[in-house]
Structures are given as C-alpha cells and as structure tokens.
C-alpha cells in the first residue's frame, strides 16, 4: 500500500515537514510504503506565468509520484487563517478532473495558534469534496506545535498522540476498504 505524506508548505525548516517525516515513519512502523513529499520540491519556477493546461515535464513527474498513491495524507500549516498559498498552486497544476477522483485521503492540520489550523484544514476538504475524493473522518489539529511536537519525540500531548495513531491505524483500513472496489456508484 503506497501513502504519500504531502508536507503542504514550502517554509525552509517547517513544522509540516517534521511532522510529516514523522508521520510517514508511522505508516512504515504499520507496513506501509510511506514517503514524504514536500511541496518545496515543486518546480514554482516552471509554472512562473500561468503555465495551466500546457505539458511541463518537471510538473508531471512531481505529479505522478502523487498520482501513484493508494492514499494520502495531508498535513497542513495556517497561514493567514487558511491553508498555504503554494498547496493550492500545486492542485491547480494537477490533472483534472481525474487527478482525486475517489483517491482516499486524511488530513493533519499544524499551526503555532489555538486552533491547530482546523480552519485551514476545513477550507482544504472543500477543494477535495470539489475534486471527490474519499475523504477519511478521523482528523487530527495539532495546537501549539512547537510545543506540542519535536521531532525525537513526536507528539509530547498524550491525547493528540492517541487521535494520530487512531487515525494511523484507521486510514490504513479505510484505504483498504476502498482500494481495488469499483467505486462508479458513488460518482455525482
Ligand atoms: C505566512 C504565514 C502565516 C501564518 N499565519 C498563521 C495563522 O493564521 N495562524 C496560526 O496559528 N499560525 C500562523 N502562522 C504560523 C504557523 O502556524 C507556524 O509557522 C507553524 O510552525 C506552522 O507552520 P510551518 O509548518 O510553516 O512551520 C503563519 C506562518 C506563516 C509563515
């Protein structure tokens, strides 16, 4: 089972890309084929000028590795209330409309505030309910993360580390539960 770990921001030194290494180590320690991919490593220089719908080598071989996913997890920062500028850049330059068409996907959300980046996180599901993708209910917001996370020991509030592993664990089953299913009852 291949899980992608998207890290949703392009920060140098993110917390989204601590949390998601971490996290990909989670769905390894469960048998899965898990790996990181930073949105850092999209090529911003090559769509400079709205490049939409033209054949752009270095966008499609970042893109297939997303497409190769029997699943994915979004771990997400908040920028301004809502979700990184560069995670949206990255869904406008994926295929339409098939790229998330049924592709089952769960959600982190990250944030130095209160609220974990829950409103990020909300206003990302609505592209993917747009984009119909399967998407997985157990949800984790990590408030505070430079104090709730560090990278020796992962997630330091007991309760939060309970919901990631609950999710770990569950979204494993789900994307199994789905994975290989005709699925064409469900279309809109
Ligand atoms: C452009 C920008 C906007 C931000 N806006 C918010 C915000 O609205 N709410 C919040 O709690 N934190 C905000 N932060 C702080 C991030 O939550 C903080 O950097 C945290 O480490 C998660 O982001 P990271 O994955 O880039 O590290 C913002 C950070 C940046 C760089």
């Known amino acids: 089972m291949k899980i992608k770990v998207i ?7 993110s917390m989204a890309r601590k949390v998601s290494d971490h996290v990909a ?12 991919i930073c949105l850092r490593d999209f090529p911003l ?6 490049k939409y719908g033209k ?3 270095s966008v ?7 497409l190769e996913a029997d699943g994915l997890v979004f771990v997400i920062p908040e920028y301004n209330g809502s979700f990184p500028g560069i995670l949206k850049v990255f869904i406008d330059y994926l295929p339409f409309p098939e790229a998330f068409e049924k592709m089952p996907m769960a959600f982190i959300g990250e944030a130095a505030g209160a609220f974990g980046a829950l409103r990020s996180v909300e206003q990302f599901q ?15 917001f990590i408030q ?13 509030d007991e309760f939060a580390r309970s919901l990631l592993d609950s999710q770990v664990e569950n979204f494993i089953k789900f994307i199994d539960s789905v994975k290989d299913k005709d699925l064409s009852q469900l279309s809109n």
């Not at 220089?45 to 709205?50: I, K, Q, R």
């Not at 499609?60 to 997303?66: D, P, S």
């Not at 505070?144 to 330091?156: I, Q």
Request: charged share 30%.
């Open 55 to 57: 054949e752009i080598p």
């Open 60 to 66: 499609e071989a970042f893109n297939a590795k997303v």
């Open 144 to 156: 505070r993360v430079h104090k709730n996370f560090s990278e020796e020991e992962g997630l330091t």
């Open 7 to 13: 890290s949703s921001t392009d920060r140098p030194g």
């Open 45 to 50: 220089l090559d769509v400079v000028g709205g």
């Open 25 to 36: 180590e989670l769905y390894q320690k469960e048998g899965a084929d898990a790996e990181v």
């Open 126 to 140: 609505m592209i993917a309910n747009y984009r119909n993708a399967l998407q997985f209910p157990e949800r984790v």
